[in-house]
């Protein structure tokens, strides 16, 4: 807690979000003390994933980094390895590209932090004919419940709303 307290007192502004980055840690603590006497934590084995929503500039990767730090100091995350990636190392050129150099760029933040900047680029805003983006979202959002990465989309509000509720249209859609 002492490094938290640190890191984020050198943050200038952000009250709200280090009131609840705060909170989060001692809840944090608070379940890693109840595993040690032998109670069951719901959420055991599963990693936290977040969507950082914000204008350039606003420190949504310097709060990546420190949540990697504040992760793998509590024994959540293995390592406090980020690994910040956008469109550009996600998507490939040609057919069958995307899969494999998503599933690279998964492969290296592997116990740590895959961090989606500009993630609202891998969906279009209108969907016409094959856009590979989207298959890298597929790949990243097929990784989140298997229990080896965290995984933190940001980018614009406005933008990120559209690629969230386009999640919860599918969601619903299928059930």
Known sequence: MDALEKELSNI?????LKKQLRKWAKGIVLDERRKAVGLKIGTAGRL??????GNPGTGKTMVAR?????????GILQTDNVKEVQRTDLVGQYIGHTGYQT?????EAEGGILFVDEAY????EERSGRDFGLEALEEIMSCMDDG?????????????????SSNEDEKSSEG
């Open 48 to 53: 936290p994933h977040m969507a950082f929503l």
């Open 103 to 107: 599933r690279k760029k998964i492969k």
């Open 12 to 16: 200038v502004g952000l009250d709200e």
């Open 121 to 124: 680029r891998l969906m279009p």
């Open 148 to 164: 080896k990465v965290s995984v933190i989309f940001a980018g614009y509000n406005e933008a990120m709303q559209r690629v969230i």
């Open 66 to 74: 420190i949540l990697g730090r504040l992760l793998h100091s509590v």
